[in-house]
């Protein structure tokens, strides 16, 4: 059967109601007009140019086509230098999406630092130790560089102990563990008649009270005040770090990387300055897997699918199995099918989500609740930007035997997971980082002409912008400008008495904007 065509609603109404319209218009106006008498406002006067009769007609007019020309030459010049700081721009970003600005205070925190601490995410220490920013330090003078061993919960005691007994052949190594549970700066919170629970295992703090006596110590034997540089890849607790040592949320934290985009100052006490520093900027040379979990937008330039596929692929298969409690998988996409499947992970039609399977597994990997550890090497052998002489001078004027105690009852007071629910990960070693803008390497020919591509795209809307400024300016401009020039004449020429009183007065030409009111009426 056709379906019968609909008819438009009637416009028509009754006299009655347009009557009564038109009525509550006039009150609504006259209201308005009230309202704007009792504020002093008037309405504006439309310029009305320059007159025939006014002396100095021709200079005036040829004054304010020299402006006109004069601002366009300005707006074109301003045009040609955007293009050209976008270009620079352009130049300066790396392969990763990390621009090279976060070079500098990384550099001005280990120049101002007397002990630098490199924080190591337990999980993969080797993996977050960059060699050229350890270099970079020894070059730098006398300065005490230790290692902390944070998030020490999530990883089994034994690999722990592991850990700690590798690194502190090299360098002196604390074992920590950030509270994530502290007061906001500033903030009064009202203290309520409740009853007293024990604190969760994230409230507690565990490694504080050794690295106070590390830097107490090192700080009475160097005779004045110092500042204690933290440094760091992203997501390995760096703020966190500080905020415990100074037991109040001072620095902001969160679980995206690359959060911290300054140098930050905060004093622990009159002698101890802590310095807080952007995380290291990744090299886009290393891994696939080293990329995905060092880099901020690791998952932004690479696909999340292949992201997460490169950190699966690092990882043992039957340990992720009974993890997520999936089912035995022979690829990764058929990983992430399964994982999007258990945590309804769907999209319309209710295919499951891959790249929002992928992005789940990559957040929990790199965030700070997923338990996996990796195996020390068998061997130990320095690193080459160290020897005998260096690794004596690092440890000289700190109590390693004090420091040792207190890593030992650090051990025994964090709950780590055990061995067998944790998963193991194959590190790929020392991550490489960028400190110096000549080390970044150029962009591959397809992403350049891309990135080409998009700043054209970025201008020509940016010069689209600009003509309709232009056009929308041009009427005023004309009548303005001869104002502005009538202004700029002596004041001789302007006391004529030929001339009108009323061309000297500065006035702006504004369109009249109706106003529509209706009211509906039921």
Known sequence: MKRPKLKKASKRMTCHKRYKIQKKVREHHRKLRKEAKKRGCKKPRKDPGVPNSAPFKEALLREAELRKQRLEELKQQQKLDRQKEQEKKRKLETNSGVKPSNLEPVKEVIEAADVVLEVLDARDPLG?????????????????????????????????????????????????????????????????????????KSEVCVGKDGLWKLLRGFQEAYGKAIQVGVIGFPNVGK????????????????VSMGLTRCMQVVPLDKQITVLDSPSFIVSPLNSASALALRSPASIEVLKPVEAASAILSQ???????????IPDFKSPLEFFTSLAQRRGLHRKGGSPNLEGAAKLMWSEWTGASLGYYCHPPTSWTPSPHFNEGIVTDMKRGLNLEELEKNNAHSIQTVRGPRLASSILFQSSGLTNGIIEEKDIPEEPPKQKEKKQEEGEDYNELDSDQEIVDEEAGEKSSDVSGAGEAWEALPEESQADESAPSYISDKMTEEEDDAYDFSIDYV
Do not use: M
């Not at 500033?186 to 007293?196: D, N, T």
């Not at 990882?315 to 409690?325: C, G, I, P």
């Open 128 to 200: 977050c130790r960059c060699p050229q920013v350890e270099e970079a330090i020894i070059q730098s003078g006398q300065k005490k560089l230790v290692l902390v061993l944070n998030k020490s919960d999530l990883v089994p005691k034994e690999n722990l102990e592991n850990w700690l007994n590798y690194l502190k052949k090299e360098l002196p190594t604390v074992v920590f563990r950030a509270s994530t549970n502290l007061k906001d700066k500033g903030k009064i919170i009202k203290h309520l008649k409740v009853r007293k629970r024990a604190p969760f």
């Open 315 to 325: 990882a043992d298969a039957r340990q992720v199995v009974l993890k997520f409690t």
């Open 239 to 254: 703020s966190s770090i500080i905020n415990s040592l100074k037991q109040e949320r001072i620095c902001n934290v969160s």
